[in-house]
């Protein structure tokens, strides 16, 4: 068992037909993929037994492509004893098979005696492992996988489901939006022997299918098809000469390869391809593979392949023609169901790199292209993942830390203040076109209006009333117009903060899909969250604005100053009363609310009227007024910002929350 600081994390992505390994010091992401042979850091899964007693204990079991190139390429009668015996596709087997779980033992023994050869020791006491496992696969899978690692030399080996790996990978590389990965994340694992599909929630598995059938070595068996019917005289010397198995598993595999990478960055490209020592294939098009793809059937030598290597098949490839890009499609439907919110789609396994395989993932899951993006390395994007799951979340265990720390002390710092300026500017402006084009302009005429006519307060604030109601569509528009340019350069202006902050983190707050976006090393966060609620939390602090400015003009005039000295008590009752009205002490029996709603209704003396309506006086009641509005806004600008730094602090929390994803592995 690792100690407390083990030396190195070995992430294992074993593979029906490849296995990938990557080595990275713990704690680091340095990365270091286990070569063993051949162009790309994969171990095809197969073991080769030597029936020779006195065979090399440091060469056989033989495994990876230095076994399928051995096994291809030789005579069995070149062979001492009874030759070699070759087995792949064992990895399905190990819970119901002996044999394959034996084969599974003794191919791990060899991955760590060649992996020294290498001078990369994975058996080390202090190294951490990791292994990745099917997410459809069950306890006992699992378990046996756990046994048939610890019998290899790998003690306590840590499982977990290989999805995982490729989102972690993509967590490390900040290729998606933290949100997105967290609101839905379709993983698809497209490799040489099976289909595997993912989706995952909150870091979780949630659902999982997949084709133990479908894989590229259906392609390789195309393209076999292809040469034989290019080399037609060459194809049938194979047999007799041993070399069709090798042909069809090696060669032919390669140059598909080749083929995929080529049209994908080239789709009008016609290539062109050497199989070997064997022949060539020529005037390989997008056009004819496709044509091909849709209507494949396995070749004798498929059919062989896997009696030899105890391949259980499905009935679907015993069927006359085969469209194999339709059953990609149709395996990918099966299992989506009722599933909604996909958010980012991952691509790894080394089929994922066919052309078409993008286009049905935007053809069946209607989503933007940007949400769906190939690994850096599709081949060994799991066992990447594995590796970096201890680096990634000491990172974010830090920067959650540091988060909650910091966030207080910014939201109060860098944005209260800041709004509270930027709206107070905006009430100002507001205030001061209400005062010109509604009360100058409105309710001053009048009150004008009202010298030399009988009235009462009550029909002077039905006129007031009427007068703001007849300006009410104008005046929203214009405080819209000035709240709401204003709330734009806010929002910028706390958009810009906020990255700057969290960038300071090591966060990246990204407002593009990804595909428009720059290549980052750090997590994402939803920028999008921010400005949503920035944006929302503007429009429902303006909402009551128009019955605030009513209320404050209404209140001047019957409440206060102005006009409203004729409801402030005894003295004003009796200087302005119809008839000298003189209250006794019935009269404030009534109680002040009931004796101002009964002023209200008692006729204005005219010279009263005219004193009202006197410039003095407007002016005493338009600083009221104004005042009253102050105070209101003040009001509104405080408990806006207020819950503006609230929302804005709920929003980093759940960032923060967002960031102890890794810590659900």
Not at 79 to 105: D, M, Q
Not at 279 to 300: I, Q, V, W
Request: hydrophobic letters at 40%; a neutral charge; aromatic letters at 8%.
């Amino acid at each position: 068992m690792p100690g407390n600081n083990p030396k190195n994390v070995i992430g294992i992505d074993f593979g029906t037909t490849s296995t990938y390994v990557t080595i990275c010091p713990h704690g680091t992401r340095n990365k270091h993929p286990l070569y063993l042979s051949g162009k790309v850091p994969a171990v095809d899964t197969v073991i080769l037994y030597s029936d020779d007693k006195d065979a090399d204990p440091n060469v056989f079991p033989m495994i990876g492509e230095n076994a399928t190139i051995t096994f291809g390429m030789t005579d069995p009668a070149d062979v001492p004893g009874e030759g070699y015996r070759y087995r792949s596709n064992f990895k399905l087997e190990i819970v119901t098979n002996e044999s394959a779980r034996t084969c599974a033992v003794d191919f791990f023994k060899a991955l760590s005696r060649d992996a020294i050869l290498n001078s990369t020791p994975l058996l080390d006491g202090e190294n951490r492992v990791i292994m990745g496992a099917p997410s459809q696969a069950d306890g006992e899978f699992r378990e046996v996988l756990r046994k048939v690692a610890g019998e290899a030399g790998f003690p306590r080996v840590e499982i977990l489901d290989e999805p995982v790996g490729a989102l972690l990978t993509d967590l490390g590389s900040g290729r998606f939006p933290l949100s997105d990965v967290l609101e839905g994340y379709l993983a698809i694992d497209f490799g040489g022997g099976t289909c595997d599909f993912a989706f995952l929630k909150g870091g979780q598995v949630v659902r999982s299918w997949g084709d133990f059938s479908l894989g590229g070595r259906l392609f390789d068996d195309l393209f076999y098809q292809w040469f034989e019917e290019q080399n037609p005289k060459t194809a049938k010397k194979l047999k007799s000469i041993k070399r069709d198995f090798y042909v069809w598993s090696y060669l032919c595999r390669r140059v598909k390869e080749d083929f995929s990478e080529t049209v994908s960055r080239n789709p009008k490209a016609v290539v062109k391809a050497e199989v070997g020592r064997f022949g060539e294939l020529k005037d390989l098009t997008r056009e004819e593979f496709l044509a091909r793809a849709g209507n494949y059937r396995p070749s004798p030598s498929f059919f062989e392949y896997c009696e030899r290597l105890n391949v259980r098949l499905s009935d679907r490839l015993k069927k006359d023609k085969l469209d194999l890009v339709a059953w990609f499609s149709e395996s990918l439907r099966e299992g989506l169901g009722d599933i909604s919110g996909i958010k980012a789609v991952s691509l790894s396994g080394g089929s994922s790199r066919w052309f078409f395989v993008r286009d049905v993932c935007l053809a069946v899951l209607n989503v933007d292209g940007g949400m769906i993006l190939n690994t850096f390395n599709p081949f060994g994007a799991i066992s990447e993942g594995l590796a970096i799951l201890p680096a990634i979340r000491a990172e974010f265990d830090g920067i959650v830390k540091k988060l909650e720390r910091d966030k207080l002390a910014f939201v109060e710092n860098e944005i209260t203040g800041h709004v509270k300026q930027s709206m107070g500017k905006c009430a100002e402006i507001a205030i001061r076109n209400i005062m010109t084009g509604l009360f100058d302009a409105r309710i001053v005429p009048a009150l004008k209006s009202c010298v030399g006519k009988e009235t009462n307060i009550e029909k002077i604030e039905s006129d007031v009333k009427a007068a703001i109601s007849a300006d009410e569509e104008n005046l929203k528009a214009m405080t819209d117009k000035i709240f709401h340019g204003e709330t734009n350069a806010l929002v910028e202006i706390a958009y810009n903060k906020t990255e700057a902050w969290l960038l300071s983190h090591g966060l990246k707050l990204g407002r593009q899909r990804p595909a428009a976006r720059r290549d980052l090393r750090e997590p994402g966060v939803d920028g999008g969250m921010v400005g949503d609620h920035l944006a929302n939390l503007l429009s429902a602090g303006l909402a009551g604005l128009m019955s605030a400015v009513t209320s404050a003009i209404l209140a001047t005039l019957s409440g206060g100053g102005g006009i409203a000295l004729i409801a402030a008590g005894p003295h004003g009752l009796a200087a302005g009363a119809a008839g000298g009205l003189i209250l006794g002490a019935a009269g404030w029996a009534m109680g002040r609310d009931k004796l101002k709603l009964w002023a209200k209704k008692q006729t204005l003396p005219k010279f009263f009227l005219k004193i009202v309506a006197s410039e003095r006086m407007t002016r005493k009641i338009r600083d009221n007024v104004q005042k009253n509005l102050e105070k209101r806004f003040d009001g509104l600008v405080s408990d806006f910002a207020s819950k503006f730094s609230e929302d804005l602090d709920a929003v980093i929390t759940k960032e923060i929350e967002n960031l102890g994803i890794v810590n659900v592995f």
